[in-house]
């Protein structure tokens, strides 16, 4: 499965967008979908992660109440909608696919998108 995270951009603080990852290739409906970030100098991490089925999310602490991960199996596309957003929040955001995995760790992805710059302005 091929992934395209797309959606990034510049937004003030308490500001919000919405990223999407687009899948393609054989069935892609059958993969749990992750989203990660990476900030300069430092490690990349959890963001939010979604089941195969969509019943079951998965989110980071800092993101928990703010941001909001769901899929589209029509358009073969999963969302993350980020409110509130903070400075801290400033990374490249990335989304990972799994066949047999929908955890927080990314280890457990194989496929895995081109990311998309997010910066919160203070």
């Known amino acids: 499965v091929q992934l395209q995270a797309s959606g990034g951009g510049l937004v003030q603080a308490g500001g919000s967008l919405m990223l999407s990852c687009a899948a393609s290739?054989?069935?892609?409906?059958?993969?749990?979908i992750g989203w990660f970030r990476q900030a300069p100098g430092k490690e990349r991490e959890f963001v939010a992660a979604?089941?195969?089925?969509?019943?079951?999310?998965y989110y980071a602490e800092s993101v928990k109440g703010r941001f909001t991960i769901s899929r589209d199996n029509a358009k073969n596309a999963v969302y993350l909608n980020m409110k509130s957003l903070r400075p801290e929040d400033t990374a490249i955001y990335s989304c990972?696919?799994?066949?047999?995995?929908?955890?927080?760790?990314?280890?457990?992805?194989?496929?895995w998108g081109q990311g998309t710059q997010v910066t919160v302005s203070s």
């Open positions: 290739g054989r069935n892609p409906s059958n993969y749990a």
């Open positions: 990972a696919a799994s066949g047999r995995y929908s955890g927080r760790d990314a280890n457990g992805y194989d496929y």
């Open positions: 979604l089941t195969r089925s969509g019943n079951i999310r």
